[in-house]
């Protein structure tokens, strides 16, 4: 099942995403996507209406240089363990929505990613039942203020900017993604090209470690790192990260007005 967000006629609902191109359908989910969705009996044409970032996530957690080339690129070593940080669920941004460039950074990046989406409240799961806890799958772009990351040495700053969290175009709650293809381009010029089979640290691990730490609340997303390729970004131009199996996210860039 496709799961999203949009803003309707109506107003916005979760939807089901039925079909492809011209023809794909929205379906209006009752209440939440969580467990087992009802609908109302509402529908429009995709077409007719916005998606919005597919999840309301009480917080994003992400995992940094958990591809070797990557952390090559970085300047370091990849880690032996898994290396969390969090944006805050402020930096949530739907598709085709503005990222918007902070005047006090010099240089902004994208970081095209694969994004976990949790299905229920969870802790202390171990890697072998990390599946039972997953909703599904979204794609993301941890977008970074790498001048200040530099500066700061510590991320927050850097990474949790309003609109610096991109996620969408909705969740593939049917998916393996033990070897996804990840190809970000800027202005249709591919800039990453790689497959999660060369995650350092495998999603049942990542589960396992972040549950170790916090409780997990439906809704909330991890982010599973990104490849090497990373670059700056300027105002005008178009990030996409496409994830196969998912589809293509894609957002303008605009400075600060």
């Not at 609902?13 to 492809?20: K, L, N, Q, R």
């Not at 690129?73 to 902070?102: C, R, Y």
């Not at 610096?164 to 393996?176: A, K, R």
Request: overall charge negative.
């Amino acid at each position: 099942m496709r799961l999203g967000r949009v803003a309707s006629p109506d107003g916005v609902a979760f939807v089901s995403i039925e079909g492809d191109g011209s023809d794909a359908v929205v379906r209006e989910i009752a209440e939440h996507p969580f467990g087992n969705p009802t609908f109302t009996g509402r529908s429009w044409p995709l077409a007719d209406v916005r998606l919005l970032a597919p999840i309301l996530a009480s917080k994003v957690i992400c995992i940094g240089k958990n591809y070797a080339a990557h952390a090559a690129e970085m300047g370091g070593p990849a880690p032996a363990d898994p290396v969390i940080f969090m944006k805050p669920s402020t930096s949530i941004q739907s598709p085709n929505a503005p990222i918007i460039l902070p005047p006090s950074s010099s240089q902004v990046d994208y970081e095209g990613e694969l994004a976990i989406v949790i299905g229920r409240p969870c802790k202390d799961v171990p890697a072998a039942k990390a599946a039972e806890v997953i909703l599904g799958y979204t794609v993301a772009n941890d977008v970074t203020a790498r001048d200040q990351q530099r500066h700061d040495g510590q991320w927050t700053r850097a990474k949790g900017y309003d609109t610096f969290c991109p996620l969408g175009p909705w969740i593939e709650t049917s998916l393996d993604p033990s070897d996804l293809e990840i190809v970000t381009e800027v202005d249709g010029v591919e800039k990453q090209r790689s497959r999660t089979s060369l995650l350092l640290h495998d999603i049942p691990k990542l589960i396992e470690w972040v549950t170790t730490v916090m409780t997990l609340l439906p809704g909330d997303v991890i982010l599973t790192g990104t490849p090497e390729g990373v670059g700056p970004l300027q105002a005008g131009q178009t990030v996409s990260v496409t994830v196969s199996g998912i589809g293509t996210l894609s957002n303008p860039v605009a400075a600060k007005r």
